[in-house]
């Protein structure tokens, strides 16, 4: 017990840096690193990576509360942008835990993984959108949060990965951009969180 719980304070620490720096919830790091430990325990493989998501999600919401207070305690966030991205995010976090419950646990692995490599090959090649000199507007915002929203529900992200490179696109500071992708990450861990919690009152022999 002493072991596991060492791994998952380490996961921890390091997902929490992860988010304060970047403005993403550290959902890269404890997905795989959950989904590794809960097969070394021997859990149900067609529940492990379900259970990896909904976890990472529930920790991301404390993590990303932390960051977004101290973001907007240094002026970082965009209120405006904010709230009709976060609008589009409930809706999509919700539909994104609907639709992984609907998933076989080896397609979700997949579609977790395939998600995790296109990422990382994204981060390598350094690849950016170019900015525009349109603004955004709520319909938009709002039909993109849905978007973040369901893709970061169903891998067990905060959305940053989407959000901060959304937000560059039109525009807003790096900085900022990284600030209100923090806060953005809040709801979609809260609203993610509850979907999988919610579906998984019903599933028998969960693991506590």
């Not at 529940?47 to 240094?74: D, E, P, R, V």
């Not at 002026?75 to 991205?85: E, K």
């Not at 603004?135 to 369901?150: M, W």
Request: proline content about 2%.
């Amino acid at each position: 017990m002493g072991y596991e719980f060492l791994i998952y304070l380490f996961v921890g620490i390091f997902a929490g840096n992860l988010a304060g720096m970047f403005g993403i919830g550290g959902g890269v790091i404890i997905v795989p690193a959950l989904i590794a430990t809960f097969l070394y325990l021997g859990f149900d493989q067609d529940l492990i990576t379900h259970l990896a998501i909904g976890t990472s999600l529930a920790s991301i919401f404390f993590t990303g509360l932390a960051s977004a207070y101290s973001h907007n305690q240094k002026r970082g966030i965009v209120w405006s942008a904010f709230y009709p991205l976060a609008s589009g995010i409930v809706i999509g976090a919700i539909l994104g835990a609907v639709i992984a419950s609907l998933l076989s646990g080896d397609t979700l692995r997949s579609i977790v993984g395939i998600f995790f490599l296109a990422l990382s090959v994204q981060i390598i090649s350094s690849y950016e959108l170019k900015k525009t000199d349109r603004k955004s507007n709520i319909l938009l915002s709002t039909s993109s949060g849905v978007g973040i929203g369901a893709i970061s529900s169903i891998v067990g992200i905060g959305g940053g990965s989407f959000t901060v490179p959304y937000l560059q696109y039109f525009g807003y500071k790096m900085k900022l951009s990284i600030g209100t992708s923090a806060a953005c990450g809040v709801p979609i861990a809260l609203f993610g969180s509850l979907g999988y919690f919610y579906i998984g009152i019903s599933v028998e022999n969960l693991p506590t």
